[in-house]
C-alpha cells in the first residue's frame, strides 16, 4: 500500500531565509503525481507545486520548488526567501492513476521575523 | 468568483442529531470528493463521485451518505451524529480521476456535542 511520510512535525526559518520540508513516500507504481499543499491558519487548502512522475525536471513555482528522487521516492519542498504569509500547515500528497490519494501528516512551517 | 463552496462554514449541533454539509464546484470538473480533517489536522478522502458515480468510499461509517444530484454537486449527509464525527470537513474537485491537482473548498467545522 502506498503510505507518505513527512518526518517534520514542525519546523522554523527566519525570515528571508531558505527552508526544505521533506517528505517520502512508498510505491510499487510508476506513474503517479506528487503535490504540495499549503494550509495556513484560515484552512483553506492552496495548491503550492505539482511534479508529474514522469518528468525529470523539478518543478518550480516563484520561491517553491521540489526535489524530487524518483528512485529514493523523495519529494522535499524548498522555500527561498521566507516570508511572513509562508507560515502554514505545508501537507505533501500522492495520487495515482487510480485516484487513490494520500496525505502526509503535515508539516507545520513558523517565520521567524 | 468562488469555485468550490462548501455550507455551512460552521456547524455545532447535538449527538444525534442528522446534519447535511453542502458543496457546490463552477469549475466544469468531473471528479469531486469529500475529505475529514481531524484534531491532529490528518487529512483522509471520505468518498471519491466521478460524473455522478462512487468511485472510492474509504470504509466510512455507512452514517455517512454523500448525495451528488448532478456532477457540480456533491452533498454529505451524516446520521446520527456522535463525538467522534466533530472534525473539519472538505471538499475538493479535480478536471479528471487520477489526474492533476485538487480544488478545494474552505472546509466545515462541524462540532458535536
Known amino acids: 500500500a502506498q503510505t507518505v511520510t513527512q518526518s517534520q512535525p514542525e519546523m522554523s526559518v527566519q525570515e528571508a531565509e531558505t527552508v526544505t520540508l521533506s517528505c517520502t513516500y512508498d510505491?510499487?507504481?510508476?506513474?503517479?503525481?506528487l503535490f504540495w499543499y499549503k494550509q495556513p491558519p484560515s484552512r483553506q487548502m492552496i495548491l503550492v507545486i505539482r511534479?508529474?512522475?514522469?518528468?525529470?525536471q523539478n518543478a518550480t513555482e516563484n520561491r517553491f520548488s521540489v526535489n524530487f528522487q524518483k528512485a529514493a521516492k523523495s519529494f522535499s519542498l524548498k522555500i527561498s526567501d521566507s516570508q511572513l504569509g509562508d507560515a502554514a500547515m505545508y501537507f505533501c500528497a500522492y495520487r495515482n492513476r487510480d485516484d487513490k490519494i494520500i496525505f502526509g501528516k503535515g508539516t507545520r512551517l513558523h517565520i521567524l521575523p | 468568483d468562488t469555485a468550490v463552496s462548501q455550507t455551512p462554514k460552521y456547524l455545532v449541533t447535538q449527538m444525534g442529531n442528522d446534519k447535511s454539509i453542502k458543496c457546490e464546484q463552477n469549475?466544469?470538473?468531473?471528479?469531486m470528493y469529500w475529505y475529514k480533517q481531524d484534531s491532529k489536522k490528518f487529512l483522509k478522502i471520505m468518498f471519491s463521485?466521478?460524473?455522478?458515480?462512487?468511485?472510492i468510499n474509504e470504509t466510512v461509517p455507512n452514517r455517512f451518505s454523500p448525495k451528488s444530484p448532478d456532477k457540480a454537486h456533491l452533498n454529505l449527509h451524516i446520521n446520527s451524529l456522535e463525538l467522534g464525527d466533530s472534525a473539519v470537513y472538505f471538499c475538493a474537485s479535480s478536471p479528471l480521476a487520477g489526474v492533476y491537482e485538487q480544488y478545494f473548498g474552505p472546509g466545515t467545522r462541524l462540532t458535536v456535542t
Open positions: 510505491t510499487s507504481e510508476s506513474d503517479y503525481y
Open positions: 469549475l466544469g470538473h468531473d471528479t
Open positions: 463521485y466521478n460524473n455522478k458515480e462512487l468511485i
Open positions: 511534479q508529474e512522475a514522469y518528468k525529470q
